[in-house]
């Protein structure tokens, strides 16, 4: 009498296969072999219906008795693809998360665009209390599946209430950057954003202000270019009262870019620069008036000039 699991388990070989060959009976013990079994009965026959029967029998078995994730977790590999028990299997495993890392790793091993995948990405999203967790989970769903449209209505959800609890631009900002692209929830933060942008503005009294407010303010709209010309009005001031290098150096490098102010400010800075270059009459003093001109300008090639000539033998 041929040992059928001996022989199975040496040659790597299934015992459906081995006693279908043999024109031995099926033995429909246990799951590995009732799986087996139909996985090896022609399609439709008695012998697949048989099998699938018993495979849903010990299925059900193996659901009920899993007390523990990883009980669940084989429970849920064994049933069959699109059948009822995958589904019970899946929500079995469900109610033993604790976690939302139980939650997200049941999830991930739920077959993409099923019954099961669906169910798990609810729970998941049970589990999420922040913004950025409902953003991971949104994030592994599939493009256009029932878990993309769970996630983006949670992601939504807490999309609103950020915005609807921001007190200050700061929150405003974050909870613009939060928001879904193109979302009514991204309109609604950016509303808010500009108020706090131009309440900023409006009470910028000076030119330290009035950079921060510039460099926080949404790109594109009214309040950036409110901003500027605000910065721009101190930055002129500046510009002005500026008497020595060092004041000329600050309010060029304060000044917005691409602005008639941050020229104003480089010529001042130049006209400074000269007149230490042509008032250096030490190799320190030198030294100074090259580190001092500005890069890459006429002054700072006639420092290097005046500098060399110290190195005269």
């Given at each position: 009498?041929?040992?059928?699991?001996?022989?199975?388990?040496?040659?790597?070989?299934?015992?459906?296969?081995?006693?279908?060959?043999?024109?031995?009976?099926?033995?429909?013990?246990?799951?590995?072999?009732?799986?087996?079994a139909y996985n090896c009965?022609?399609?439709?026959?008695?012998?697949?219906?048989?099998?699938?029967?018993?495979?849903?029998?010990?299925?059900?078995?193996?659901?009920?008795?899993?007390?523990?994730?990883?009980?669940?977790?084989?429970?849920?590999?064994?049933?069959?693809?699109?059948?009822?028990?995958?589904?019970?299997?899946?929500?079995?495993?469900?109610?033993?998360?604790?976690?939302?890392?139980?939650?997200?790793?049941?999830?991930?091993?739920?077959?993409?665009?099923?019954?099961?995948?669906?169910?798990?990405?609810?729970?998941?999203?049970?589990?999420?209390?922040?913004?950025?967790?409902?953003?991971?989970?949104?994030?592994?769903?599939?493009?256009?599946?029932?878990?993309?449209?769970?996630?983006?209505?949670?992601w939504r959800e807490f999309?609103?209430?950020?915005?609807?609890?921001?007190?200050?631009?700061?929150?405003?900002?974050?909870?613009?950057?939060?928001?879904?692209?193109?979302?009514?929830?991204?309109?609604?933060?950016?509303?808010?954003?500009?108020?706090?942008?131009?309440?900023?503005?409006?009470?910028?009294?000076?030119?330290?202000q009035a950079r921060k407010?510039?460099?926080?303010?949404?790109?594109?709209?009214?309040?950036?270019?409110?901003?500027?010309?605000?910065?721009?009005?101190?930055?002129?001031?500046?510009?002005?009262?500026?008497?020595?290098?060092?004041?000329?150096?600050?309010?060029?490098?304060?000044?917005?870019?691409?602005?008639?102010?941050?020229?104003?400010?480089?010529?001042?800075?130049?006209?400074?620069?000269?007149?230490?270059?042509?008032?250096?009459?030490?190799?320190?003093?030198?030294?100074?008036?090259?580190?001092?001109?500005?890069?890459?300008?006429?002054?700072?090639?006639?420092?290097?000039?005046?500098?060399?000539?110290?190195?005269?033998?």
């Amino acid at each position: 009498m041929i040992d059928v699991q001996a022989m199975s388990q040496a040659e790597g070989i299934s015992e459906a296969a081995i006693r279908k060959a043999l024109g031995m009976p099926n033995v429909l013990a246990t799951l590995e072999q009732v799986r087996s079994a139909y996985n090896c009965a022609p399609a439709g026959s008695e012998d697949q219906k048989l099998a699938m029967a018993k495979w849903r029998e010990f299925s059900a078995q193996e659901i009920a008795a899993a007390t523990t994730l990883e009980q669940a977790h084989k429970a849920y590999s064994s049933a069959r693809s699109g059948s009822e028990e995958k589904v019970l299997a899946m929500a079995k495993l469900l109610s033993l998360c604790m976690t939302i890392a139980d939650a997200k790793n049941v999830y991930d091993s739920a077959i993409r665009r099923s019954a099961e995948k669906k169910l798990a990405m609810i729970k998941l999203l049970s589990f999420c209390t922040t913004i950025e967790q409902v953003q991971n989970a949104h994030a592994t769903a599939s493009h256009e599946s029932d878990e993309e449209k769970l996630s983006m209505a949670k992601w939504r959800e807490f999309s609103a209430q950020e915005i609807a609890a921001a007190t200050t631009l700061e929150q405003a900002q974050r909870a613009y950057n939060n928001t879904p692209n193109n979302s009514e929830e991204e309109e609604l933060a950016m509303i808010k954003w500009r108020e706090f942008s131009a309440q900023e503005i409006a009470a910028a009294t000076t030119l330290e202000q009035a950079r921060k407010a510039y460099d926080r303010v949404p790109d594109g709209t009214e309040e950036e270019a409110l901003a500027k010309a605000k910065l721009r009005e101190f930055s002129a001031q500046e510009i002005t009262a500026a008497t020595t290098l060092e004041q000329a150096r600050e309010a060029h490098n304060r000044a917005p870019h691409g602005t008639k102010e941050r020229m104003a400010a480089m010529i001042k800075w130049r006209e400074f620069s000269a007149q230490e270059i042509a008032a250096a009459t030490t190799l320190e003093q030198a030294r100074k008036a090259y580190e001092n001109a500005p890069n890459d300008s006429e002054e700072q090639e006639l420092a290097l000039i005046k500098l060399a000539s110290f190195y005269e033998k």
